[in-house]
């Protein structure tokens, strides 16, 4: 049986395409009322488009540059006091430049940072304001990353894990409220986060997939790139449990590992 989140506000970043759009869609189905943020006005318009014809209600569309601050705390507060039942902030946006950190450039290092970092403080504190002021029980979910458990994160896997650590902090912080606190950490899903990875990366890439004998154009690549629907099914899974208990966090990824 579908959940049900008739009744329910949920704002979703980066849900232009992707990950975001796969969560977005997902919690139309289920009845939510859905912001989308994104970037791209043609990616929000297939988004709300999709959800539409999944019979969910209609979404609303915001396009907003995450890396300017002001702009999502405005938006959450609004949506907070507007709508009965702001039940939860998907904070999924983030942006990705894999290069070491001798090759990295300081415009690089600070997108990463105010997307992945900055934005999701910004949503985060926002979203539990909010919450505190209509008294209903809500949800914070933070998309992490695997990178953030490597040896040697770079400056994405970085600010992946403090994506963690603003998970961590902020559970604490709420454990005498009824709001929720969970991080998702994911492995290799297919995102557009690779659409600004530089020529050596793409390459280093490819060799991965021949090491591991995995030809890129055969069925057997969605056993190291997941389907984003899986992740969708993790949110709505988070959403569903009562607040009573606290989902600490969930490390979903495809079976096979590209990690050398």
Same mark, same amino acid.
Request: proline share 5%; net charge negative.
């Given at each position: +049986?579908?959940?049900?989140?008739?009744?329910?506000?949920?704002?979703?970043?980066?849900?232009?395409?992707?990950?975001?759009?796969?969560?977005?869609?997902?919690?139309?189905?289920?009845?939510?009322?859905?912001?989308?943020?994104?970037?791209?006005?043609?990616?929000?318009?297939?988004?709300?488009?999709?959800? =539409?014809r999944?019979?969910?209600?209609?979404?609303?569309?915001?396009? $907003? %540059?995450?890396?300017?601050?002001?702009?999502?705390?405005?938006?959450?507060?609004?949506?907070?006091?507007?709508?009965?039942h702001? #039940?939860?902030?998907?904070?999924?946006a983030?942006? $990705?430049?894999?290069?070491?950190?001798?090759?990295?450039?300081?415009?690089?290092?600070?997108?990463?940072?105010?997307?992945?970092? +900055?934005a999701?403080?910004?949503?985060?504190?926002?979203?539990?304001?909010?919450?505190?002021?209509?008294?209903?029980?809500?949800?914070?979910?933070?998309?992490?990353?695997?990178?953030?458990? #490597?040896?040697?994160?770079?400056?994405?896997?970085?600010?992946?894990?403090?994506?963690?650590?603003?998970? %961590?902090?902020?559970?604490?912080?709420?454990?005498?409220?009824?709001?929720?606190?969970?991080?998702?950490?994911?492995?290799?899903?297919?995102?557009?986060?690779?659409? %600004? #990875?530089?020529?050596?990366?793409?390459?280093?890439?490819?060799?991965?997939?021949?090491?591991?004998?995995?030809?890129?154009?055969?069925?057997?690549?969605?056993?190291?790139?997941?389907?984003?629907?899986?992740? =969708?099914?993790?949110?709505?899974?988070?959403?569903?449990?009562?607040?009573d208990?606290?989902?600490?966090?969930? #490390?979903?990824?495809?079976?096979?590992?590209?990690k050398?």
């Open positions: +049986m579908s959940a049900d989140f008739k009744g329910k506000a949920a704002i979703v970043t980066g849900a232009s395409s992707g990950i975001g759009k796969a969560i977005a869609i997902e919690l139309g189905r289920c009845g939510a009322d859905v912001w989308l943020i994104g970037r791209s006005d043609e990616g929000l318009a297939d988004t709300a488009d999709s959800i =539409a999944e019979g969910g209600p209609a979404a609303t569309k915001v396009s $907003m %540059d995450l890396q300017q601050r002001g702009p999502l705390q405005e938006l959450v507060a609004k949506v907070g006091k507007d709508h009965p702001l #039940f939860t902030v998907v904070n999924n983030g942006v $990705m430049y894999p290069e070491p950190l001798m090759d990295g450039t300081i415009d690089r290092w600070q997108a990463m940072l105010d997307i992945n970092v +900055m999701m403080l910004e949503g985060s504190q926002a979203a539990v304001k909010a919450m505190r002021a209509h008294g209903k029980p809500g949800h914070v979910i933070n998309i992490g990353s695997v990178q953030g458990r #490597f040896e040697e994160p770079g400056v994405y896997g970085i600010s992946k894990k403090a994506a963690e650590m603003i998970g %961590d902090t902020l559970r604490k912080e709420l454990e005498h409220d009824d709001i929720r606190v969970a991080t998702v950490i994911l492995g290799g899903f297919a995102t557009q986060l690779s659409r %600004d #990875f530089m020529p050596d990366t793409m390459v280093n890439l490819a060799n991965n997939l021949e090491r591991l004998g995995i030809d890129r154009e055969s069925p057997e690549i969605s056993r190291i790139v997941g389907d984003p629907q899986h992740v =969708a099914n993790v949110v709505r899974y988070i959403l569903e449990q009562p607040v208990i606290n989902l600490h966090e969930v #490390f979903i990824r495809p079976p096979i590992s590209t050398a």
